[in-house]
């Protein structure tokens, strides 16, 4: 109609034009013209109220409906009956829009490769069981973190480590499916956290034995092997247990608990389970206090060295000394390495802690050195540092500016270090001990060595774990055994160290076997550096002799 109106107009106006002369009539026309225009217009915008004016209407209104949630409703029935088609395919939209949805919120709640319930839905499902048991009910939360998963890993690769998952988590569906039958009340909620972390929550038990019973049968499940594509792979797992609410009334603190527990069994060895306790959570504290202290300590100057002598048998003279941390605490008092360096490993600090260290050993030595003190000085090396890819760099550059010769230093290195450390690592060490520095590895004896790689690394000392020697004077088995390590050492042609000796019955065995050198508080105990110099000053002028 609009179309139509303005070809009516256009044809009145040429003829009013043709044949009207006069302005005045002109305009009139004019005016007439615009007024029936108007007319037409104005009858082109009742249109709407047509049937199909109508339906679109109703249409939009159920699209603006969207915004308020509504991907239920049907299309209007106006839509259906005047736009069939139209309405077909919104349906078919809405429809599709709501699978979307639900495939997305599936994705977002479920783990993609074990198909259980993720860290959120564990959450959120949790905290509902846990707030709808009865009150006087007990609860039970289970940590569950596979032992040497890694290795599965970066042996296989991760495809299959996925699959060790998906079997890992059919073997605790069929744990909580037995306690299901056994009748334990309320269904378990079983679930994937992240990695190797799975998680079960039992809102309801009758005592902390049960959940106990529950998480030995985990880890028996699990530590049976696993057929994967022809391979037989033996993982384990350690098992954390808290029980509602004696150690926490709510999901997180009852997760925190039964971590910290889980933890502790990891720590002991894997392939077990322990159960939340007072002293775990004092020993769990101390550590995070530690921790948070250990941030600032090394800023606040709270670190010193002690150092303790070492002595040649052949001589009987100092030969060097071993730098042996300490954290003088500003309300603890003097602390040992024991009681915060394993927590400074875990954290990181240590590779800080470590930086300290090396700036203190080189200006100590600059120092010793300025007044004609030649003596070696040992120090650790975390594996820590050995991860930063500058570590060697930095540490060179350290001796440099001091103007210390590395002649002087001696880097101890773990028996785990040692044995699994990069050729590249071995290629810096190599370096370090061809420009004078002594390499030495120390607690040989604790772990896992390799003898290849003990046979070709720059080394020029090996330091007996006092493990090793402890019941040397009263054990024919231990002396067998210290006889056997002293000989592999020197087979490689390193000499052989002897820390911890406490007693002189010790310091005799040890010589008799060919031990080179010993330190230990039969000889001397750990000291400051003033009372370390006084004391070599006094042993040098006495000729000390340990024969």
Known sequence: MSGAAGIASFLFSMVAFLYITRFNEQVLASIGAGMFCLLISYIASERPNSESARALNALGDRLLAVEQGDLTSPTPKSVRECMPKLATAVD?????????????????????????PNRLHFRAEADKMLAARPAATRAAMLFV???RFKNVNDSLGHARGDQLLIMVANRLRVVVTAEL??????????????????????????????????ARRIALAISEPFELHGHSVDIGASVGVAIGPDHGTGIESLMRAADIAMYRAKNSGGGRY????????????????????LSEAVQRGEFVLALQPQLSFATGEVSGAEALLRWNHPREGMRSPGT?????EQTGIIA???DWVIAEVASMLAE????????????NVSPRQLDRADFFQRMRASFSDAGVPLSLVELEFTESAAMECSETVLTEIAALRRDGASIAIDDFGTGYSNIARLRSMPLDRVKLDPSLIVDIESSEKARVVVQAVIQLVKGVGAEVVAEAVENVAQADILRAMGCETVQGFVFAQPMFEEEYLSWTRNADRGSRSVA
């Open 352 to 354: 800080d802690i470590g």
């Open 145 to 147: 973190d596979l032992d």
């Open 368 to 379: 010793w050195h300025a007044q004609g003190i030649k003596r070696r000085l040992a120090f």
């Open 92 to 116: 078919s939209l809405f429809a599709e829009v709501r699978a979307s949805i639900e495939n997305a919120h599936a994705l977002g709640m479920y783990d993609p490769v074990t198909s259980l």
């Open 340 to 344: 915060f360096i394993p927590i400074a």
């Open 274 to 293: 322990c159960l939340f306790s007072d002293e775990l959570a004092a020993e769990h504290q101390l550590k995070v206090d530690t921790e948070a202290a």
């Open 181 to 214: 039958g056994e009748g334990t009340g309320q269904r378990p909620l079983l679930a994937r956290l992240a990695g190797d972390e799975f998680t079960i929550f039992f809102p309801e038990i009758e005592e902390a034995a049960d959940a106990e019973r529950v």
